[in-house]
């Protein structure tokens, strides 16, 4: 009997994972020890399920004692996510350091800058209140580019949101983004004087279609799961024995003080159903066939691979190179 596209689909993101494991454990090796000459890694470890299978990864790869994670909390960010990622490092018996953001990011201007923006739109914002930003605009009904909306609550539990105009948007998250990169400071710096390599943690979703920041986030000596679709590594979680309650945790920016995932912010779907339209466009699979499973029209799968064609734009851009009037000759 000929297979669906869904049964296809399934079963190319179906994933060996002890031998998965293995090839990316050599392919880390041989970075570190033939390409990078460095003698360990550094992995920043947030509480959620990419940088908790990175760690778990590294620590096979590399055993226990060749890597460091690095807890850096600031002051949005939530207790729990602490508390999970310092029981990963226990579990996987990785040494720890812990960098507490809050005062260098308040020496570099990060909440101030931020909350003058916000200020713009709700004047009263002050302490005590709590935001995020969120989509305004759903990639499968609407054709137009991102619009967002803040969302803020007040001390007294109100919830208030407004459009946000380009310029509230920019500096918003020119200021928050700051976060990224003043963690991605500390992973350096730590790794220079171990002589260790950083390791970044975006999965495929997020390298292909560029939610990270660029010099942030997006930085690192070694991608080991930036080919794995997000249902897959949440496969390698269970395969490594990633704790439960960072299984369990639904993909998240780790950047506002209100709970947000990546799937309001960024993608505008769950992140299953991205996998699956993000295969299907990269296999040539049918847009009727790539919908039905999800219950979107033809239509709606077309308007939601436009999106990620301009995804991928954005992604390549931050990803290349710094402009060169002309090559240089680096051998």
Not at 302 to 314: G, S
């Amino acid at each position: 009997m000929e297979r669906s596209h869904v049964d296809v689909l399934d079963q190319d993101l179906a994933l060996d994972c002890e031998d998965e494991t293995r090839r990316i454990a050599r392919a880390m090796r041989a970075a570190l020890s033939q390409r990078l000459r460095r003698r360990g890694v550094v992995v920043g470890i947030s509480g959620g399920v990419d940088s908790a299978v990175c760690a778990a990864l590294a620590a096979r790869a590399l055993g226990a004692g060749r890597v460091l994670g690095l807890l850096m909390p600031e002051r949005d960010c939530p207790p729990d996510a602490f508390e999970r990622a310092q029981a990963l490092c226990r579990a996987l018996g990785i040494a720890y350091e812990v960098e507490e953001l809050t005062a260098p990011l308040e020496a570099a201007g990060c909440y101030r800058r931020r909350d003058a923006a916000i200020r713009e739109l709700f004047p009263d914002y002050g302490a005590g209140w709590r935001q995020k930003i969120v989509l305004a605009t759903n990639p499968v009904e609407d054709e137009r580019l991102s619009q967002f909306d803040l969302v803020v609550r007040t001390p007294e539990g109100e919830e208030r949101r407004a459009r946000m105009p380009a310029a509230v948007y920019l500096q918003v998250t020119a200021a928050t983004n700051m976060k990224q990169r003043m963690r991605k400071l500390m992973e350096y710096q730590h790794a220079e004087r171990l002589n260790y390599a950083v390791l970044g943690t975006p999965n495929r979703l997020e390298y292909e279609l560029g939610f990270f920041v660029r010099g942030g986030d997006g930085l690192a000596d070694i991608k080991p799961i930036a080919h794995l679709y997000k249902s897959q590594v949440y496969a390698l979680a269970g395969h490594l024995g990633v704790p439960n309650e960072i299984r369990r945790q639904p993909p998240s920016t780790d950047t506002y003080s209100l709970d947000q995932t990546q799937e309001e912010f960024y993608f505008g779907l769950p992140w299953h159903a991205m996998d699956r339209l993000l295969w299907a466009l990269s296999n040539g699979v049918a847009a009727a066939d790539a919908g039905r499973p999800l219950r979107l029209s033809a239509e709606q799968v077309q308007r939601a691979w436009n999106d990620i064609r301009r995804k991928r734009v954005a992604a390549a851009r931050n990803l290349a190179d710094a402009a060169l009037v002309e090559p240089v000759a680096l051998s």
